[in-house]
């Protein structure tokens, strides 16, 4: 280069693969933080045990009684020993899904901390997604397989009738933390429109028990609920991996309901990820 020439500055660019590594790199850290509070995710597998044993006795006393009174051995479709299935793969995989995004990012709301994170190179959205990724991983290993290990024999769950169904089971599942992962993000940036969002993460953790299917399936319902939840996102997140495990879902319905699932989990991102952008703009920095 001769002297006195200009010099032409390129904007720096991360590379496909060192983004690969960075958000790995969250994945691994989010793993790691979790382990170092494993005991308590033990004391959670007798929770959960405690929670399936209730159902059980309920609906078997429930299903006890309708066969007393009608002699049929269904309700809502579901024999008894499908319906014990379906509460115990309910909160198994509720174990694997399950985070706490919306308070995280509520709190960095409340203390100013989300102005570091605008500053830093990587995106909050796409960081608390792998940081979820990899709570999820470790609640697979150290919640989710002991309850199993727990549940599955103490209540006699059956298997899929399909072993191929474990299979789409679990990438419904896993379709399943994108979508309750993005809702979390959505409710935690009502944390810069409101001063405390509180009673909102309470009324959400009720309501997503209930409108995701965990409590009850939704084939106990009226037919006009049962449309109206079909047109929501909610029932993605629980009610159809459990009836994917069930078999209740196969051959067109298996695919077009892993497809529904995949858009609302694309369509979800992208609405938060418009949200965030359009809600930074109300940060206000002040120094002094």
Known sequence: ???????????????????????????????????????????GVISYTIFVAGHYYLYGALFASRMSETGLEKIGGLTLQEMIT???VS???RSFYFNNIHRDLSRMIEDGSISLQLIKPYHVQNVMMFEAVGEAGFRLIMFSLPIMV??????????????????????SFCLALVIY???????????????????????????????????LPFSFFPEWFQTVVSWLPFQYISYVPVTIYLGKRSGDALAEAL?????WAVGLWLTARWLYAFSVRRVTVQGG
């Open 91 to 93: 909160w198994i995989g």
């Open 181 to 215: 992962s993005q809702f979390n993000f959505l409710i935690g940036l009502l944390a810069f429109y409101l001063k405390n969002i509180q009673g909102v993460m309470r009324a959400k953790m009720v309501a997503f028990d209930f409108l995701t299917g965990v409590i």
């Open 1 to 43: 280069m001769r002297s006195g020439e200009a010099v032409a500055l390129r904007p720096w660019r991360r590379t496909a693969l060192a983004t690969v590594g960075l958000y790995g790199h969250f994945i691994r850290l989010a793993f790691l933080k979790f382990l170092a509070y494993r005991l308590r995710y033990y004391t």
């Open 86 to 88: 379906y509460v115990a």
């Open 150 to 171: 727990v549940v599955v024999p103490v209540f006699g769950i059956q298997a899929p009738p399909d072993p191929l169904l474990l299979l789409w089971t679990f990438v």
């Open 259 to 263: 497809v529904l699932q995949l858009a």
